[in-house]
């Protein structure tokens, strides 16, 4: 009954992004991508992290490499594999990231999430000073904008598909229960190690997707562009916010904080940075849920 | 008898008074019936990227816009049209920028678009001008990658890092430096310029005993600048942004280096440097190409952004004069042709232009007309040194020790 | 390079890795305390220089002066911060696990909040003056006199504050809160005032060391963001709420910094401190120093 649910609101909200391109303004497709773009990135962060309540901030990692693999990739394969390789090369660090560090818990993860970022960039940034001569990447044959919006509204309606099919499989009923008592869940026979990998995995093949399609719109990528960790910061505040462990949680709050953000940033930029600042500290005072969990009480904590 | 003169002279008066209350009336009815021209823009007003583009580059946008209106308005093939400015700031993001121009562009359709500030912003939004068939002419933005796009509507004003270390060198030679370190930022400017310095060398019997590079936002340089103090050599040259400028030169004042010749790039030519540095300042050299008294339109520039915002607030000695030189390109090419993209385009490509900073003309999208340049603060101002053709003052050398 | 040149290269590696401590220890107070890990500190850094910038440009104080105002201003910060945040989270939180999760959101607001907040206020703009910037010679070497004031306080505080932890009744109080939060309660000691005095305190080193910093360094809203980088790697180094590990890692960091680029560059001192700090929390996720 719910999965149907579920999946016709997607189909609509889909169908109505999906005519955007055709229909909309410049500056109306534009603002979309950006909401899609965080849809994408919010949805997939939560699907791992609001479960199993491992704060991830290395979003910013997994997006610079797909960034990256795209930017080589660019000339030498079609579009869509492009992509695909973005997800993968980034499923795959965080694989190993995932094997050396999720035997930790909580801040642990967390800060040393951070510092993988900075060390990813660091390295990054090094490698290609010395090897290659060079410090960023110049996109020289770009896909034109509708491709890339189609791309992205993609990578955001498979995120949301993913956390819908998820959350009814034994996969999601494994990361729920390492998020309630990890230890238990062991005990129960669930292989929690695997898991949380596989969980992780999923998390940065997304940001790594999301990653290589977006940054042909920006022509010129270096590691500072790619790597900046505002970008994590915002899909963990927009996450966290809208409500981690919820459904529509992430995708209402990515909509409506890249509205505020657009609005905001014409009259005063500060006052969106500060009020996302506050939103977060009252959420998790009084809403640990998130927003989400006033209307879906069922999913809060 | 006198009566006549009396009369006449009071017809005369009369007739010159009505003539002048016409001529006064017509250009204010002309104005309020034509109608303005959109010029859109974002800049980078919360960010890293604020420093620089606040002192560089929006200033100069406002200030221009405020004369050509106090003067009625842009003069648009001999009708004159009030500027309406439609910008925004882009918190320095580059997703910003590019959504920002797209809907200049795209769906507000201005009629004409001003440049953001940095190479970066510049490297994201030149494509998409190009596609929209706007031009661009970006004063802040400086990377042969961007010449190499060879994008037609896109025009560099700032010397590129080959001419600007090309004259460094040759200055430093004529005053018979022999040896030499660096420093460079990790960023495709200080890449760029250290490769540009690294050629510029060859041959000419300066080694380079010592080169590092650091990251951006360092914050300690001093370990590197005392192993360069320990080598002696006669000139140091900092590839750094305003931040690391200043560090390099503090850093450098309290362990005691002092070289013959001290080079710092972006920021020494913005009064900053001279309000941090006090008297330290004297003799340091760095990226500039012009001043007050450059020419009598650099003069007058400078008065008038002194004049609207504050003694506090000067135009900085280098990329602030190739904003306003772009500025005045751009009136001169939409007096002619109007305000037909193609057309502007095409006067800007193809023509000389008198600026402040002399000739510029443009080879595909580089500025060939303006030589590379050196700086000097001698005194309490930013002084051009090199090459002697555009030099305000002569070079002191050796630089006094920090004071 | 002569034996002088060593001596002034570790000599600076030693003043940078005394501002380290000054922060870490600040961090480390909250975290070993009170499981509170405070992203936000840097932010606090930002706000003491701030304040002692301002002071001196429109009062003409004396940044000396600055430097208890400005500890006091952010202890009592602190102490509001405390009041108003996180003894709710306290108060709401299942385990130690939830808290230390809920904790580290809050601060990450609260780094949002502050830092735009001082660019709202005071703009993006880089600001700096100087003090005590005339250099100073000692042996063969030479430096600038606010470095060797920075260095000298911040070894003063930080052997102050361990002196104030392993002698007084207060320290010993905070130590065993430390150690055992049951079993401290049990015996009395009161971790309703405890709590909110050593945040403050903690928030207080912080402003106290951007007081320090910004004699020396051009001060902008972001310049808080690196210490608190640096800060976790020191804490991680030195072990999760051990002081002495906190005031030697500091150091230490430092000194490797120094080295580090002296041998190589810049840009690989930066790869290498994440490196050998990634290194360590896998290594010994509770530090170097910590016995287990």
């Not at chain 1, 649910?5 to 999906?18: H, P, T, Y």
């Not at chain 1, 590691?223 to 910061?233: D, E, K, R, Y």
């Not at chain 2, 016409?22 to 604020?50: C, D, E, H, K, N």
């Not at chain 2, 751009?330 to 006067?347: E, M, N, Q, S």
Request: hydrophobic share 50%.
């Amino acid at each position: 009954m719910m999965i149907k649910r579920d999946l016709l609101i997607l189909f609509v909200l889909a169908c109505g992004a999906g005519a955007m391109p055709y229909i909309g303004s410049e500056f109306a497709v534009s603002m979309a991508l950006t909401c899609l773009m965080y849809v994408a990135l919010s949805t997939s962060w939560a699907l791992f992290c609001g479960t199993t309540r491992y704060m991830s901030l290395a979003t910013a990692a997994f997006f610079g490499i797909g960034a990256y693999a795209g930017a080589l990739a660019l000339e030498l394969l079609p579009w869509g594999l492009v992509i695909a390789l973005g997800a993968v090369l980034a499923a795959g660090v965080a694989a190993l990231m995932g094997a050396a560090v999720l035997h930790l818990r909580g801040t642990y993860f967390a800060v040393l999430t951070f510092g993988m970022t900075e060390l990813i960039r660091h390295a990054i940034t090094y490698w290609e000073k010395q090897v290659t001569g060079t410090v960023g990447r110049v996109l020289m044959v770009v896909p034109d904008r509708d491709t890339v919006y189609l791309s992205v509204l993609g990578l955001a309606v498979l995120a949301v598909l993913c956390t819908i099919v998820v959350r009814r499989s034994r996969f999601g009923l494994a990361l729920v229960g390492i998020g309630a008592d990890e230890q238990r869940a062991q005990t129960l026979g669930v292989n929690t190690r695997l898991v949380k990998v596989a969980g992780f995995a999923l998390t940065a093949a997304f940001a790594g997707a999301v990653g290589a399609a977006m940054s042909v719109r920006w022509t010129y990528i270096d590691p500072a562009t790619v790597f900046n960790p505002f970008i994590g910061f915002q899909t963990v505040l927009i996450a966290l916010i809208g409500g981690a462990a919820t459904l529509w949680g992430p995708l209402i709050a990515a909509v409506v904080f890249s509205l505020l953000a657009e609005t905001l940033r014409l009259q005063m930029p500060q006052l969106y940075m500060m009020s996302l600042g506050m939103l977060l500290i009252l959420c998790v005072l009084y809403l640990p849920g998130g927003l989400a969990s006033l209307r879906f009480p069922r999913a809060a904590r | 008898m006198s009566q006549k003169p009396a009369a006449g002279l009071k017809r005369r008066t009369l007739v010159q008074a009505a003539a002048a209350s016409a001529a006064l009336g017509f250009p204010a009815i002309a104005s309020a019936q034509a109608a303005p021209v959109r010029i859109g823009y974002t800049m980078a007003r919360t960010g890293p990227w604020t420093t620089g583009a606040q002192v560089s580059q929006e200033p100069n946008y406002l200030l221009w816009a405020e004369q050509q209106n106090a003067a009625g308005g842009l003069l648009v093939k001999g009708v004159r049209r009030p500027i309406e400015l439609i910008a925004s700031d882009d918190r320095s993001d580059i997703e910003t920028c590019v959504r920002s121009y797209e809907k200049l562009m795209g769906s507000d359709k201005v009629d004409l678009i001003l440049a953001p500030w940095g190479s970066n912003a510049n490297f994201a939004v030149a494509p998409l001008a190009n596609r929209f068939g706007y031009p661009l002419l970006g004063p802040t933005a400086l990377s042969r990658r961007l010449i190499e796009m060879k994008l037609p509507y896109f025009f560099s004003l700032l010397q590129q890092p080959a001419p600007m270390m090309n004259a460094l060198v040759d200055m430093l030679k004529a005053q018979g430096v022999r040896t030499m370190t660096a420093i460079y930022v990790d960023d495709l400017f200080g890449l760029e310029n250290y490769a540009a310095l690294k050629v510029a060398l060859q041959g000419t019997g300066i080694s380079l005993l010592e080169d590092k590079s650091y990251p951006l936002g360092v914050k300690d340089l001093s370990p590197v600048l005392r192993s360069m103090k320990d080598k002696q050599p006669d000139a140091f040259v900092g590839l750094t942004y305003p931040p690391d400028t200043i560090l390099a030169s503090r850093q450098a004042k309290e362990i005691g280096f002092n070289p013959k010749f001290f080079y710092g790039s972006v920021g020494t030519a913005f009064q900053l440097y001279r309000n941090v540095m006090a008297a330290s300042a004297e003799g340091v050299l760095g990226m500039g190409s012009w001043n007050s008294k450059s020419s009598p339109a650099a003069k007058a520039y400078f008065d008038a952004h002194v004049k609207k915002f504050g003694a506090a607030k000067e135009p900085d000695r280098w990329a602030s004069g190739a904003t306003w030189a772009g500025l005045e390109i751009l009136t001169a090419a939409v007096a002619k042709v109007g305000l037909d993209k193609k057309a502007i385009r095409d006067f800007v490509a193809a023509g000389t232009h008198e600026t402040l900073l002399g000739k510029i003309r443009f080879a595909g999208s580089e500025n060939i007309g303006t030589p590379g340049t050196v700086g000097q603060w001698q005194k309490g101002e930013f002084e051009v040194v090199w090459p002697k053709a555009n030099a305000t003052a002569t070079l002191i050398a050796p630089k006094p020790n920090w004071v | 390079m002569s034996l002088g040149s060593w001596a002034e290269l570790i000599a600076s590696g030693l003043i940078t890795g005394g501002v380290y401590a000054l922060v870490a220890l600040g961090l480390n107070l909250q975290y070993g305390l009170m499981r509170i890990l405070n992203i936000a500190h840097g932010e606090f850094l930002m706000l003491g220089a701030f304040l002692t910038w301002a002071a001196h440009e429109s009062l003409g104080w004396s940044p000396l002066l600055m430097l208890p105002v400005s500890f006091l201003l952010l202890g009592a910060l602190g102490l509001a911060i405390h009041r108003l945040v996180f003894r709710r989270l306290t108060l709401t939180s299942a385990n130690l696990d939830v808290f230390e999760a809920r904790g580290l959101m809050v601060s990450f607001g609260l780094m949002f909040l502050v830092q735009n907040f001082a660019q709202s206020v005071w703009g993006g703009d880089l600001r700096g003056y100087d003090y005590l910037a005339e250099p100073v010679a000692i042996g063969g070497a030479q430096f600038a006199g606010n470095k060797l004031l920075l260095l000298g306080l911040a070894l003063v505080i930080s052997g102050a504050l361990i002196a104030l932890l392993r002698l007084t009744l207060l320290g010993k109080g905070v130590r065993a809160l430390m150690q055992s939060p049951t079993g401290a309660q049990l015996v009395g000691i009161d971790t309703e005032r405890l709590h909110p005095l050593m945040f403050g305190l903690g928030l207080g080193l912080s402003g106290l060391a951007g007081c320090l910093l910004s004699m020396s360094y051009t001060i902008s809203p972001g310049m808080g963001e690196p210490y608190t980088v640096t800060a976790l790697i020191v804490i991680t180094l030195g072990g999760f709420g051990s002081m002495t590990g906190a005031l030697v890692g500091g150091l230490g960091l430092g000194v490797v910094e120094a080295l580090g680029m002296h041998f190589s560059n810049p840009s690989l001192k930066s790869l290498l401190s994440y490196g050998i700090f990634i290194a360590v929390l896998l290594w010994r996720p509770n530090g170097l120093f910590t016995r287990k």
